[in-house]
């Protein structure tokens, strides 16, 4: 009568896996196998969120080494937080 919304009487939401667009080019699938593994999901979108699906500085520095180690690059942490 007031206008106020309901929020008891809507459906629960309902989340679509782990977010985001599936990793197309062969880099992007590579990394998002990364992510997935240190994460413990089943798999990472290319637009999905590392914080969003758990991800801490812990699992960010264990993402970064393995990244390292599978391009050859010397990312740091700070890389993974400000992407």
């Not at 929020?7 to 990364?34: D, K, S």
Request: with cysteine.
């Amino acid at each position: 009568a007031v206008g106020k919304l309901d929020r008891t009487a809507l459906p629960e939401p309902v989340f679509a896996g782990a977010g985001g667009a599936a990793a197309m080019a062969p880099t992007e699938t590579a990394l998002a196998a990364i992510f997935a593994d240190q994460l413990g999901v089943a798999e990472v979108g290319a637009d999905a969120s590392f914080f969003e699906l758990g991800g801490n500085s812990l699992v960010g520095t264990r993402v970064i080494s393995r990244i390292n180690d599978a391009f050859g690059t010397d990312l740091g942490v700070r890389s993974l937080c400000e992407a």
